[in-house]
């Protein structure tokens, strides 16, 4: 008989969470086109189509690819194959540079309340003023550490500048004048965003099978549990390996997301939906692990200064037409999302009471 250590047995607990929601009729798999928008499109004339699709998006899923973007290929192979280093380091190594707080490397564990997925990450601040991009512990420990750090600097400016293209976009559709006003936010000094690097590594055969009983029939662990993004925009990238789930505004029909490593994804996140008094929607997304690849994902979350109040815009409210939501600002709705587990609906407590809602 095989006697398992302590240390062993408190991981396979944690990663027998990991095992996700059983899949049942009330959640469907739907095999809907996610929408695209082109941006070299938009630039060259078809420009009003592009924003009309792009705000249907919004509205409809809160979630698209962008292609034709202009952000070189190669910047993305570069921060790929750097994260695909660091992660292949041994795990003690990597454990110097966490554990998150909520900056650092983290393995299984998600944010402070006990959310556990099949995953490893690091989380970085983009703040020049925030010394972790400059001084993270996992650019000291990386192989490749200077190149890391410097492809990490040149990808962030170049999604953020991507992001701000999309804010612009999108203040265009809804007509929001100055155009800049939710890009501003992101060009802000003090501008609170974060990157994000995300590693599901594949499952050996060895955990599928001590796992099978708690898998329900599904052959996937829960990579990262079902969650809106608490920012106002998410730019998210990926290798070829599938994974990604949105949910439709049903909230129950989730859509897989084929993945494409040359272009980008936009998650509409909370502050969004706040700022255009919930005609655009956060998304509600998840990923699954995929058995035998590892998924390696990017993700750039554009949010404003600590200090921003975050309410709905005037420009965008019809007459009469009343805010949905208490005021509040970034810093407040972060330490409340940091309160809160990942899958709860955060903008809940944030919303008016309202007579038949
Ligand atoms: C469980 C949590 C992880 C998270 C902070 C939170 O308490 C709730 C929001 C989570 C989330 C989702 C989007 C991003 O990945 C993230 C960095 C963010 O800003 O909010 C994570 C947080 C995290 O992993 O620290
Ligand atoms: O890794 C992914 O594809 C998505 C991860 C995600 O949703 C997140 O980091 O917030
Ligand atoms: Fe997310």
Known sequence: MVVLSQPALDHFSLIKTCTGPAPD??????????????LAAAARG?????????????????FFKVVNH????????????????????PQSEKDTAGPPNPLGYGSKRIGPNGDIGWIEYLLLH???????LNSLAAFRVAPNGHTFR????????AVKGLACEVLELMAEG????????????????????LFRLNHYPPSPPELQLQLQPFLGGRSQLLGFGEHTDPQIISVLRSNDT??????????????????????????VGDSLQVFTNGRFRSVKHRV????????????????PPLSQKIASMEGLMEEGEESLYKEFTWCEYKKSAYKSRLGEYRLGLFEKAVAGR
Do not use: H
């Not at 809804?174 to 965003?193: F, G, H, T, V, Y």
């Not at 949910?247 to 040359?262: K, N």
């Open 25 to 38: 009729a009330a959640s469907a798999v739907s095999d809907i086109e996610i929408p695209e928008v082109d």
């Open 46 to 62: 078809g420009r009003d189509d592009e924003v009309r699709r792009l705000v249907r998006a919004c509205e409809e899923l809160g």
């Open 70 to 89: 202009g952000v070189g290929t190669e910047m993305m192979g570069r921060v790929e194959a750097e994260a695909e280093r660091f992660f292949k380091l």
């Open 126 to 132: 983009t703040s020049p003023d925030v010394t972790s």
């Open 150 to 157: 410097t492809a990490v600097e040149e990808y962030v400016k």
């Open 174 to 193: 809804l007509n929001i004048e100055p155009r800049d006003s939710l890009s501003a936010m992101l060009r802000d000094n003090k501008s609170d965003s």
């Open 242 to 267: 599938a994974g990604l789930q949105v949910c439709l505004r049903d909230g129950t029909t989730w859509v897989s997301v084929p993945p494409d490593r040359s272009s980008f994804f936009i998650n």
């Open 288 to 303: 699954f692990a995929d058995p035998t690849r590892s998924r390696v994902s990017m993700i750039y979350f554009g949010g």
